[in-house]
């Protein structure tokens, strides 16, 4: 993109406005449909998984018997019944469908059994009987690391001689700690319905992220071109990552079903099973150097951040690419030497989940802080302020792209402004000094995180927009609804090109069928990507509309204006939208177009981990208090001020929905959420009862959100607006830092749940 | 299989089913009532709750035979876009949701939530159990504690209900 026309004014109904949802409606009153809830077509079959039990080993062929010998079951399929490659794999290769000889993690889809009625399907996988002879397996990231496991070579960022510094610098500390994973827990779990057709067409309804990669990986699997498979997902009950690679293969294997039955073919995991064979959040081990001066400026940093990528690739580079990228957050450390090991364990392969190693990257600093903090007797808030990148330190990342100083201070400015964060610490010294067994403390994150998907050829998108002859409008885009609201948001956009009012804009499911070759809805990037693609194709038929006008009135095609749901010239001269739309049509001027947008400017030096691959920085800060039982290690966040910037926020509505709820999530994965494997590598945290998920009595009773004001854009974003949905799940961090604030302790592993909070108050 | 008759929604439903069909299933799969989703099927998720004789209750965790002659209020039966119930305006005012899929269980919990503070049902954080319960919002994330919704929307959902229980959000 060369230019872009110049963003319309905020109107009350257009850009810039709270309106609500889409869905909003039809989510209050249960008719929005979600796949499941979709009527079901005639002769519908239903899919189970048969997973294997255990984590590694070498499977002998499976015998079916078992299943077919029960009633209702159609097929058994396993890996000799892909017509195309066994292979699922996102950006890798030989991730496969179904095991085949050998099993990797415990949970792995070993076949896929078909039957009459869902009931049956699970019958009959539950009736299977696997026989695998175990081998050893890596189920800890010391041992891959020991063992030099990885699913890809290390990598490493650096700057100046790290080495060298730490030996010249006045002090010197190392750490370690750890940070556990993630269960998406979409409340929607992991569900696909295939459908076949004529000539080898496959249509697959799927709770997806990603519908270009479940066509292209149902092609695969089916051996057919991608253009027999046409993928489609109105919306999903929550997404968070946990769809953008994993929904693939469960639509793969729907679609498997239905080409070997003929018949359509549902598969919805069950919870065990979504929570057994889908990938988490990765958990992290970090071993790191510090050498700092007195005042508490961090000279050098040596660091490994070993992250558990489960035993196959997936999409790994990419999270550590993230992790590295943010592991000194919004600080400037002037020597660094950052590695980053992609661990390969037996475990199921670890994914997307929003942040996407950003959050676990950013935790590297802050540990650091807290510990130069500590060492040096002052506050980790003045330690951090004293290495935010800009102003009398480096703006460069160590990679080389500049971040912003001026909007890391002012966010953290205000943060603390809205928290009284003084006038706090003395109340908190206070309540500390005369209750002898609950504890308050007090913790700040401010956060810099990049924007642009790390693989530079994913920064693109596409639209296709149409004009009736009535003047409704049809909106379709590559962007995928997951309750983030980027449907409205890009409807925003459509409706302020056009002039028209927002309802105006006729929504419609995301399909590989309209819009074609597309990237996930991810990495924070939707409505900047199909922000614009939309605006490109809305401008250029409304350029060939205001053509049609400026001749209809003899007037220059610039005088012609479109707003209110009129088109106007100077004072005088007026129409119908859809009065021109009409006249369009019947002068034979086309009403379709599709859009198309790439990020500008991004690059990035894959030999040299050097570039610009962000096309820019979010920022957010936050000040939380957290209260701590110190003879349980029970704790509770009271209060949370939250900064976040959103640039010119497109509809600030969804967007502080987007900040608290990314804050609630990123408290869950710091403070009460564990994943457990047992010592056979079997995940034994298998549903909420379990496993802890936030809820309504975990969100702190103070939970103030505010968007970062009179702060548009720099980079020339849709109406200068930036991303939101991970950025603000990295202020959660604030609670872990408060809890160690508040117990005073040095290492606390996360998430910080109340054995390891106890444990930490009694020294280990 | 079993004869059941339900009300559901004000209207007397006549089903067939196999007895050991759970009321969601029964709801979802024979009434084609979709509003109530399968979020978890283990009573852990809270997406199914629907009310029955006015009481809320996890509908995957109960069959439908042991309701026979009973009134079952789904989502469905509170209102409907064009004729919302105060609680369902209120989730749209407050964007008490995000992807969507708990609303309808929020929805319906937030109700009986209300129903059960006004008759004096004490709660885990009801301080005097003689007295009448308050409307705190600790009493309401309490009793909301039930239905989890995994966008975090949980302060829009208690302004919500805060609102139709007619106090200042």
Redesign the interface.
């Known amino acids: 993109m060369t230019a872009h026309p110049a963003p319309p004014q905020a109107a009350a109904r257009g850009m810039g406005a709270a309106l609500r949802q889409d869905s909003a409606l039809k989510h209050a009153t249960g008719e929005a449909r979600f796949l499941d809830d979709l009527p079901e077509p005639p002769g519908l079959l239903h899919a189970a998984l048969a997973l294997s039990p255990v984590a590694h080993g070498r499977l002998a062929p499976l015998d079916p018997a078992p299943a077919l010998a029960l009633p209702g079951i159609v097929a058994v399929l396993r890996p000799g019944d892909i017509p195309g490659r066994n292979d699922i794999a996102s950006a890798g290769s030989n991730e496969p469908l179904l095991a085949e000889g050998m099993v990797e993690h415990a949970g792995q889809p070993l076949a896929i059994v078909v039957g009459m009625t869902r009931d049956a399907a699970l019958a009959g996988a539950a009736a299977l009987r696997p026989e695998i002879a175990p081998l050893p397996a890596i189920l800890s990231l010391e041992e891959a690391i020991a063992r030099e496991a990885w699913v890809m070579p290390p990598q490493e960022i650096r700057r100046g001689d790290a080495a060298a510094a730490l030996a010249a610098a006045p002090h010197r500390l190392a750490g370690e700690f750890r940070a556990g994973g993630q269960e998406h827990f979409y409340l929607e779990g992991q569900i696909a319905l295939a459908l076949p057709g004529e000539d080898g067409e496959m249509t697959i309804h799927s709770s997806t992220q990603h519908p270009t990669e479940v066509q292209h990986i149902a092609a695969r699997v089916l051996g057919c071109p991608f253009s027999r498979v046409t993928a489609v997902t109105r919306r999903m009950g929550g997404g968070f990552g946990g769809k953008e690679s994993n929904a693939s293969w469960v639509a793969a294997a729907a679609a498997l079903a239905a080409r070997h039955t003929g018949r359509p073919v549902k598969l919805r995991l069950s919870r065990k099973a979504d929570m057994a064979a889908t990938g988490k959040r990765h958990p992290f081990l970090y071993r790191w150097q510090a050498g700092f001066d007195g005042t508490g400026r961090i000279l050098a940093l040596d660091a490994t951040l070993a992250a558990d990528a489960g035993h196959s690739l997936d999409l790994t580079a990419g999270v550590v690419f993230r992790a590295i990228t943010h592991a000194l957050g919004c600080c400037d450390v002037p020597d660094v030497a950052l590695r980053a090991l992609a661990c390969r364990t037996n475990t199921v392969s670890h994914t997307a989940f929003r942040g996407f190693g950003g959050p676990q990257g950013a935790l590297l600093i802050e540990d650091v802080v807290h510990r130069v903090a500590g060492a040096l007797g002052q506050p980790p808030e003045a330690v951090r302020a004293r290495n935010f990148a800009g102003g009398e330190n480096g703006a460069e990342t160590p990679y080389g792209q500049a971040l912003e100083g001026a909007l890391i201070r002012r966010v953290w400015a205000e943060a603390q402004r809205d928290a009284d964060w003084s006038a706090r610490r003395r109340e908190i010294a206070a309540f500390n000094a005369a209750h002898p067994t609950l504890r308050r403390g007090l913790g700040s994150m401010v956060l810099a995180f990049g924007i642009s998907f790390g693989q530079m050829h994913m920064n693109q998108a596409g639209a296709l927009v149409h004009v009736y002859t009535d003047g409704s409008i049809r909106l379709n885009h590559g962007g995928t609804e997951m309750g983030q609201g980027l449907f409205i948001k890009v409807a925003q956009v459509v409706a302020s090109v056009f002039g028209v009012d927002v309802d105006r804009i006729a929504l419609s499911a995301t399909s590989t069928a309209e819009v074609p070759n597309t990237s996930p809805t991810a990495a924070s990037t939707g409505s900047d990507l199909n922000g614009w693609a939309a605006h490109a194709a809305a401008s250029a038929i409304r350029g060939r509309m205001a053509a049609v006008a400026a001749a209809e009135w003899g007037v220059p095609a610039e005088e012609i204006a479109f707003a209110e749901g009129q088109v106007t010239a100077g004072g005088n001269r007026a129409m119908e939208f859809g009065e021109l739309a009409r006249l369009a049509y019947m002068q034979r001027v086309s009403l379709s177009a599709t859009g198309f947008y790439r990020t500008p400017d991004i690059h990035w030096d894959r030999a040299a981990m050097r570039g610009e691959p962000f096309f820019y920085f979010s920022y957010g800060a936050a000040a939380v208090e957290v209260a701590v039982d110190l003879l349980t290690g029970e704790h509770r966040c009271l209060a949370a001020h939250l900064v976040q910037d959103c640039g010119r926020s497109l509809n600030p509505a969804v967007d502080l929905g987007q900040v608290e709820g990314a804050f609630v999530q990123g408290l869950g994965w710091l403070t009460c959420e564990e994943l457990w494997w047992d010592a056979e590598g079997r995940l034994r945290t298998l549903g909420p009862s379990t496993y802890k998920i936030p809820g309504s009595r975990d969100v702190p009773p103070v939970l103030r959100v505010r968007l970062l004001e009179g702060a548009p854009a720099r980079s020339e974003t849709i109406f200068r607006s930036k991303a939101v949905g991970e950025p603000p799940l990295l202020l959660a961090t604030a609670v872990w830092n408060a809890l160690k604030d508040a117990i005073g302790t040095d290492r606390l592993d996360a998430p910080a749940t109340p054995e390891r909070v106890l444990m930490a108050i009694r020294g280990g | 299989m079993s004869r059941v008759t339900l009300r559901v929604n004000g209207e007397e439903r006549s089903l067939e089913l196999d007895p050991r069909t759970t009321l969601l299933d029964a709801l979802?799969e024979q009434l084609?009532?979709?509003?109530?989703?399968?979020?978890?099927?283990?009573g852990?998720?809270g997406?199914c709750t629907v009310m029955v004789e006015g009481r809320r209750i996890y509908s995957c965790l109960t069959l439908a035979v042991m309701h026979d002659g009973e009134a079952v209020t789904?989502?469905?039966g509170?209102?409907?876009?064009d004729a919302?119930h105060p609680m369902?305006?209120a989730?749209?005012k407050h964007?008490g949701?995000?992807?969507?899929?708990?609303?309808?269980g929020q929805?319906c919990a937030s109700v009986a939530t209300l129903q059960e503070i006004e008759a004096g049902i004490p709660s885990h954080v009801t301080a005097d159990l003689t007295a009448a319960p308050q409307l705190t919002?600790?009493e309401?994330?309490?009793r909301?504690?039930g239905?989890?919704?995994?966008?975090?929307?949980?302060?829009?959902?208690?302004e919500a209900i805060t609102e139709v229980a007619g106090r200042p959000a």
């Not at chain 2, 084609?32 to 283990?42: A, E, F, I």
């Not at chain 2, 509170?78 to 876009?81: A, E, N, V, Y």
């Open positions: 979802r084609q009532l979709t509003g109530s989703k399968k979020g978890c099927d283990h852990q998720c997406a789904t989502i469905e509170l209102g409907r876009p919302l369902q305006a989730f749209v964007d949701y995000q992807c969507g899929y708990c609303t309808p929805i919002a600790e309401i994330r309490e909301m504690s239905n989890i919704c995994r966008c975090g929307a949980y302060s829009n959902i208690v």
